[in-house]
């Protein structure tokens, strides 16, 4: 059962407005929105042609590619409508793009909302493993993603036809893949490496940028910077931006955390460093 819907407490000091900030953060050129989406689409077709050829290692790096640019980008601005495309073309490329990882699209939404509003609660089923250790977010993988989907269907009606047809889409590619074994491997392989790829997400996007015990909103997500790491993770590191002004698609994360910098820093909130 869910806990009561306490307020969670105000950052310690005054935020500035997305308009005060600059509504430009907000604004994708059509290059920018549409290669989002062609992304995790070509890092399918490139497994593909990479393991018809034999060519493995390509091939994982291939799928590595898709559930960074899936998930963690392309999906991640879907689930909050950041690509300013039409709400039914939005729809069916969450579908999609999420299904090609054996995932439920709408449940990926659903529960990534709720998290906005509820975390650090302990029924924030999405960062769950922020209140664990390492090793226990690491084992909780295999299992993060069946606990998304029937977390959804339990407990939201939008879009449940969505997510029940997502759950049943997953079983089917499974079931497809298992099928065509003796002919080729190459559908249960990727299959396998997909799934294993989302095993990743618990300590990736709970674990690792959360703290639980953070006093309000400013150090309940950690402030990572530098200059490697945001070459490393593609400007990915900006979760605490990101749960700020949750408006903001990734690909101007790097320049709403430069407008940011100086309240932070006035609010004294410590930034992380990986590299330099």
């Known amino acids: 059962m869910a806990e009561p819907l306490t307020p969670c407490p105000q950052p310690t000091c005054t935020l500035p407005s997305l308009a005060e900030l600059g509504r430009d953060l907000t604004c994708l050129t059509a290059r920018q929105r549409w290669l989002s989406v062609a992304r995790p689409l070509l890092c399918v077709t490139a497994f593909v042609l990479f393991a018809c050829l034999g060519w493995w290692v390509p091939a994982i790096l291939a799928v590595a590619a898709y559930t960074f640019f899936s998930y963690g980008s392309t999906s991640h ?4 409508g950041n690509l300013g495309l039409p709400r039914s073309l939005n729809q069916i490329l969450l579908s999609l793009i999420e299904l090609l990882g ?6 990926y939404r659903a529960v990534h909302l709720y998290h906005h509003q509820r975390f650090p609660h302990r029924d924030d089923v999405e960062g769950a493993a922020a209140h664990r250790s390492w090793w226990r977010a690491l084992l909780d993988g295999p299992l993060h993603q069946p606990r998304v989907w029937w977390w959804a269907v339990r407990h939201t009606r939008r879009d449940r036809k969505w997510i029940l047809f997502e759950g049943v889409g997953c079983a089917v590619l499974f079931a497809g893949a298992l099928s065509a074994w003796p002919m080729t491997p190459i559908p249960f392989l990727y299959v396998a490496l997909v799934v294993m790829g989302s095993w990743t997400f618990p300590l990736m996007t709970a674990y690792l940028p959360h703290d639980p015990d953070g006093a309000d909103e400013l150090t309940r997500t950690r402030r ?6 945001a070459v490393i993770f593609q400007q990915h590191l900006y979760h605490l931006e990101h749960h700020l002004y949750p408006g903001v698609p990734h690909q101007r994360w790097a320049a709403l955390a430069e407008r940011l910098d100086p309240y932070l820093d006035r609010a004294k909130v ?3 460093y990986f590299g330099f």
């Open 270 to 272: 410590e930034p992380i």
């Open 77 to 80: 601005d879907l689930v909050h």
């Open 102 to 107: 054996l995932r439920s699209g709408h449940a």
């Open 224 to 229: 990572f910077r530098g200059k490697v790491a």
